[in-house]
């Protein structure tokens, strides 16, 4: 295999095609600096930092065609240093050892199951998608999620698996745990149901907060503020995380404005808010039933102190029309 050819090419065997595929990556490098001479001590020193899992402080690599070879061994966590940033990492293996990739996506209305090639199981809600890898050789297992899912992960203690959204990296050893995170939302959640999961953050205003869970407790990360923290929530219920599974609504603190949206893709259907006055209002409701749309509408209203309507194909909850009917009873 060309691993195995590169392996080869590097411990000073005679590889042909190990030499051009370790080129063609030493190649799609921009703007090192190479000079004629090497500085000996500096790359022993640098390689002892490596072995004790340290950064390499060097940024320009010197080196003469004569230690090319040598300069291999070192050469991508130097180079690190200067150019490849973190989330590259995944990219630079992939030119030695591909992974291939496959992602399933639910359109509204509808939800699945997806296992995993370990044997992890991920249900997927409405409007989601999941990328992942078909098989787990790297030394973690990585996923990548857009919306909602529930997790039922296989425990491997030498292999964690990390769940990564847009502004977070769940990572676990093996547990079930329920992540919301719609990009069209303001707010990603985690919620853990047995187990224990490590939540971090990526984006660049939460990439130094990191929280660990326990069953019964949520971390959530609010994208609109400027300055955003993860927060935590102690001593949740956790027989309604992850109903949805079930085609079952839990409501469990939720602003008006995520419930419509919730709505709209549970049920594959045009729901929009008339009053933005309770868009902010926070609704706990569990629906133990399978109930149409108009139902769940009517149940709402009753609690909101409103009404709602039905303009086409569209359902508009506190409608224009259903103030009159919200003075009414004040």
């Not at 590259?88 to 992602?103: E, I, K, T």
Request: hydrophobic residues 40%; contains cysteine.
């Amino acid at each position: 295999m060309d691993k195995k050819k590169v392996e080869d090419f590097l411990n000073g065997k005679d590889s042909v095609k190990g030499e051009q595929i370790f080129n063609k990556w030493y190649d799609s490098f921009p703007e090192v600096q190479y000079h004629a001479e090497i500085d000996t001590q500096l790359l022993q020193k640098e390689v002892d930092r490596i072995k004790n899992g340290k950064q390499p402080v060097v940024k320009v690599i010197y080196f003469s065609s004569a230690w090319r070879k040598i300069a291999a061994v070192v050469l991508p966590l130097i180079i690190a240093s200067a150019i490849i940033t973190y989330s590259n990492r995944s990219a630079l293996l992939n030119v030695f050892d591909p992974v291939a990739y496959s992602q399933s996506a639910v359109p509204a209305g509808k939800r699945t199951q997806v296992t995993l090639a370990d044997g992890s199981i991920v249900w997927l809600n409405a409007g989601s998608s999941l990328r992942y890898p078909e098989n787990f050789k790297r030394t973690t297992r990585e996923v990548y999620l857009s919306g909602e899912a529930f997790f039922e992960v296989a425990r491997d203690e030498h292999k964690p698996f990390i769940v990564y959204t847009k502004n977070l990296a769940v990572r676990v050893l093996g547990t079930s745990f329920n992540i919301q995170a719609y990009p069209e939302r303001d707010k990603e959640e985690v919620t853990v149901v047995t187990g224990k999961v490590n939540v971090t953050g990526t984006s660049t205003s939460n990439a130094k907060e990191s929280v660990n869970l326990v069953p019964g407790q949520r971390a959530t990360y609010a994208t609109t503020k400027e300055v955003s923290a993860i927060s935590l929530q102690h001593n949740l219920r956790t027989e309604g995380v992850g109903v949805w599974r079930e085609s079952k609504l839990v409501f469990d603190g939720m602003s008006v404005r995520d419930i419509v949206l919730t709505l709209q893709q549970h049920y594959a259907a045009s729901v929009t808010l008339g009053d933005s006055s309770l868009s902010e209002q926070k609704i706990s409701a569990e629906f133990v039933e399978v109930l149409p749309l108009e139902k769940v509408l009517g149940l709402l209203s009753v609690t909101l102190n409103t009404c709602y309507s039905k303009e086409g194909e569209n359902y508009v909850l506190g409608a224009e029309a259903c103030r009159s009917v919200k003075k009414e009873s004040n």
